[in-house]
């Protein structure tokens, strides 16, 4: 074992201070006098963007394997597929000599026009967060290490240096943290990269609340945060709240910011020692782990690319088109799309792939088809003389699959989308075509919903999402059942632009205002009985499945204990298939205003016909709770409770009750401005209440017009301070109530405002 801690004492002043940034772009200082070596870290998330050696571009990169990007891969619902693509990009990062990995990337869909969607996993944290949690895990387990980004609640493009993500304490906890919660309890990432954006405005490099109090202090985070490249503001503030490394490197200003800053005494030495410990527990945990050098192996990881793919493709509709026969009918492929699929998204997770394979160059080892380009790949306006050449194809053909999808420059990291469109020659070439044949298939590539106004005239639809070097083949296996496809949607698909939750406060400028709070995808549409095109979760087989015997544990529980699911699946088709069976907890307890319901388990389980198999799951105090503000903790209030097990958010297949019970007593605070009403939910503030304001009761009633339900509603919704003036109560008297029930009652549960 190294002793870090003598290193350290060993360290210059200047050389700790050096350690905290980047030597350039992709490299942390070397200390060599003291042995200790300088590392690459790479982005990430879905394969290795490394830099190539002695070239003068830092965004020259080595040619890599694209795997599909998060978009396509949290379709998956599969823990153990994200295990594995981790493992594999670890074994790669081991190859080239990356020590962190720079993923994943876990923010949250609040819009579908965050134009870094495709990188994101999804509209729920506990998706996000259990799958990437498996990604950590597989890639760490090969010593190499990850940074979970971007912390936290980067969820817009527009502005995204400068912009303050303003939300509730509860809504940050719900939605925009649990995803990096997970991740750091699961998996303790070796990194974390905190986001450019302010947090209830402090930016997220030097915000003490998530990157100390939150992330270590609560979670237990041991690694190092770096930060996104280039988000420092004020590096010794930074440094304070918890900023361990900066990147890339800020050219020596900052180091020596913070050599004065120690010298001058503003910066305790102990935060640059400990920043310093972090950073190098995992320089020496990646380069004392013996890098037995095996070569990175593209062709090999081509194919768990596309097996990867073809388990997250999504089945969207299918009226019987799919699976396209090999033999004995006329195929056509149309739209550009099919010569050269969209793989992955613009941005810093471009990958300089060595291969990609197109449907078109797939389709061959199975069977001829006739192919017209349709429309050209990254333009809007169509090109007359392709539309008509493909209107021909389409007509004298027994089925017509349609390859459609967003260009690159609709849709990157460093801007967002402003509609939901598709390019309008595509939508016009769809429109066409289904007019001439009545066996359409749509093939879709892109990074995030779009708006399908021809779902209903097609036959089927193929969500293939941005899905990897390898997603001609992926998508022809699909197509042809060769493989069965067995994705379900990580996010809903809205009908338009203007039924999302965020519609009209996104992007914010300076300020994006998080009003829609928790209600977030599935989670708003449900609650505003809103329909969608294509649900959470949704997602369609060439088999079916059957759900039965649902079981609980117990049906009768406290918030300490934890309660087991289980039910029965059974593959009920032709075909072996997967099927991702989704939980679901609705509090019914009506205590809080909460969503319909909320994902808190998955499973996939793997069935050949006939066969089924038990899935169970396992509920505790978290997953019943909200976040309590007053308690500054998770809540699960006394009450019922539904456990709904369901095939997608909306096709909810059994569900069971259960009564839970609140050991935990939430704090009441009784001043001038409780109400009646709040005084009423306690049976104890009820009898004070009678006692020592029941002379305005009297008063009141007195009057010729009052019945006693009449002055009893007209007090419940009034603060205690204003009812005082119905009767003969003074302040002192006021007071010397909330004082004699703080007594009463003892604790911190009845508290006296402070002195007048
Ligand atoms: C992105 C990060 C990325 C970094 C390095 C930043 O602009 O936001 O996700 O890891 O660049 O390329």
Redesign the pocket.
């Known amino acids: 074992m190294r002793d870090i801690d003598k290193l350290i004492s060993e360290m210059t002043l200047e050389e700790k201070a050096g350690l905290c940034s980047g030597e350039d772009f992709w490299t942390t200082k070397a200390v060599e006098r003291l042995g200790i070596p300088s590392v690459m870290v790479s982005?990430?998330p879905h394969g290795l963007?490394t830099r190539m050696e002695q070239t003068p571009d830092p965004n020259d990169s080595i040619q890599a394997v694209c795997f599909p990007a998060a978009c396509a891969t949290a379709c998956s619902f599969d823990r153990e597929l994200m295990q594995r693509m981790g493992e594999t990009l670890g074994e790669e990062c081991r190859s080239v000599g990356v020590s962190v990995l720079?993923?994943p990337?876990v923010n949250i869909k609040r819009s579908p026009l965050c134009g870094?969607n495709f990188?994101y996993v999804s509209e729920d944290p506990y998706l996000a967060g259990e799958l990437a949690a498996a990604y950590i895990n597989g890639v760490q387990s090969k010593n190499a290490g990850t940074?979970i980004?971007?912390f936290a609640a980067?969820d817009q493009e527009h502005h995204?240096m400068t912009c303050s993500s303003d939300m509730s304490e509860r809504t940050l906890r719900e939605i925009y943290l649990p995803a990096f919660e997970t991740a750091v309890k699961k998996a303790q990432p070796w990194t974390v990269?905190c986001s450019?954006n302010k947090i209830n405005g402090v930016y997220g490099s030097e915000n003490p609340h998530t990157l100390t109090e939150i992330l270590r202090d609560e979670w237990g985070f041991k690694g190092y945060v770096m930060s996104?490249?280039?988000a420092v503001n004020d590096r010794v503030k930074g440094l304070k709240a918890g900023l361990d490394l900066e990147?890339p490197s800020s050219g020596g200003i900052n180091d020596a910011k913070i050599v004065q800053a120690v010298k001058d005494g503003t910066l305790d030495e102990k935060y640059l020692d400990l920043a310093v410990k972090r950073i190098l527990e995992k320089v020496f945990l990646y380069a004392d782990s013996l890098p037995e050098k095996k070569p990175l192996d593209i062709d090999k990881d081509h194919i768990i690319a596309k097996e990867i793919a073809e388990e997250c493709i999504v089945l969207l509709k299918n009226e019987g088109a799919l699976p396209l026969p090999e033999s004995g009918a006329k195929i056509a492929f149309i739209g550009a799309f099919a010569e050269e699929p969209r793989i992955q998204g613009g941005?810093?997770?471009h990958i300089n792939t060595k291969t990609i394979v197109s449907a078109l160059t797939a389709v061959k080892d199975i069977c001829e088809v006739s192919y017209a380009k349709g429309f050209n790949r990254e333009e809007n306006d169509t090109d007359p003389a392709l539309l008509e050449q493909a209107c021909e194809l389409a007509k004298g053909s027994d089925a017509v699959v349609v390859f459609a999808g967003l260009p690159d420059s609709f849709e990157s990291?460093g801007f967002d989308r402003s509609h939901m469109r598709i390019p309008d020659c595509q939508n016009e070439l769809i429109d066409r075509i289904c007019e001439l044949n009545d066996n359409v298939i749509v093939v879709m590539h892109n990074g995030a919903p779009v708006e399908m106004p021809w779902a209903g005239k097609v036959q089927a639809i193929l969500e293939a999402y941005l899905c990897g070097e390898a997603a001609g083949e992926a998508v022809t296996d699909i197509l042809f059942g060769k493989a069965n496809p067995c994705g379900k949607l990580a996010e809903s698909y809205p009908i338009k632009l203007s039924d999302t939750p965020c519609y009209l406060t996104f992007p914010g400028d300076r300020s994006a205002v998080y009003n829609e709070g928790v209600f977030v995808g599935y989670r708003y549409y449900e609650k505003k009985e809103m329909p969608v095109l294509f649900p959470f979760g949704h997602g369609l087989s060439y088999t079916s499945f059957e759900y039965s015997d649902i079981k609980l544990s117990s049906d009768n529980i406290t918030d300490k204990d934890t309660v087991t699911v289980t039910a029965t699946i059974t593959n009920i088709g032709n075909c072996y298939g997967k099927e991702a069976v989704q939980l679901y907890v609705a509090d019914k307890t009506g205590f809080a205003m909460r969503p319909i319901k909320e994902l808190k388990g998955f499973e996939k389980v793997s069935l050949a016909p006939n066969e089924s198999a038990e899935v169970t799951f396992t509920l505790s105090k978290r997953d019943f709770s909200y976040y309590n503000e007053e308690l500054c903790d998770w809540y699960a209030p006394t009450g019922k409770y539904t456990i709904m097990l369901g095939s997608s958010s909306a096709d909810i297949r059994l569900s069971a009750d259960l009564m839970l019970t609140a050991t935990v007593k939430l704090p009441f605070v009784a001043d001038e401005n409780t109400t009646f009403e709040e005084f009423m939910d306690y049976p104890e503030g009820k009898e004070a209440f009678e006692i020592l304001f029941g002379q305005v009761e009297k008063q009141m009633l007195g009057g010729e017009h009052f019945d006693e339900n009449a002055v009893r509603a007209m007090l419940s919704g009034m603060p205690l301070r204003q009812i005082r003036s119905f009767g003969e109560i003074t302040d002192e008297k006021m007071y010397a109530a909330i004082e004699s029930l703080n007594r009463h009652f003892g604790g911190s549960k009845w508290q006296v405002p402070p002195e007048k």
């Open positions: 982005d990430g963007r720079l993923g990337a870094r990188e940074s980004k971007h980067n995204r990269m450019y996104d490249w280039g990147m941005g810093s997770s990291e």
